[in-house]
């Protein structure tokens, strides 16, 4: 079972940035792909941005290229996305996500979530 907790939410200006952090409690957390969702009211879980096993090549969401970096330290058992030009449209809660079966940005592939932590992006 992994774990996932989420934190570095809030409230931001648009043009500003946030960083957020997921902390994983698994012994094996260099096994997992990492992805970043979000969820905005009224629509459906959406990606963001993953990072491989070897942080190699990270993917994105169109909407944040440019924008947002992800990163991962396996030492530390986490992974981060920084986040910098915060549009209103980037207001959502996002979510932490593990995934052993692949490094995609489908949500289906992904076995474990965390609890989400809201950005809310004042325009």
């Known amino acids: 079972q992994v774990q996932l907790v989420e934190s570095g939410g809030g409230l931001v200006q648009a043009g500003g940035s946030l960083r957020l952090s997921c902390v994983a409690s698994?012994?094996?957390?260099?096994?997992?792909?990492m992805g970043w969702f979000r969820q905005a009211p009224g629509k459906e879980r959406e990606f963001v941005a993953a990072?491989?096993?070897?942080?190699?090549?990270?993917l994105f969401a169109d909407s944040v290229k440019g924008r947002f970096t992800i990163s991962r330290d396996n030492a530390k058992n986490t992974v981060t996305l920084q986040m910098n030009s915060l549009q209103f449209e980037d207001t959502a809660i996002y979510y932490c996500a593990a995934s052993r079966r692949g490094f995609t940005s489908s949500g289906g592939f992904y076995d474990y979530w965390g609890q989400g932590t809201q950005v809310t992006v004042s325009s």
């Open positions: 990072v491989s096993w070897r942080a190699e090549m990270p």
């Open positions: 698994v012994r094996t957390f260099s096994n997992y792909a």
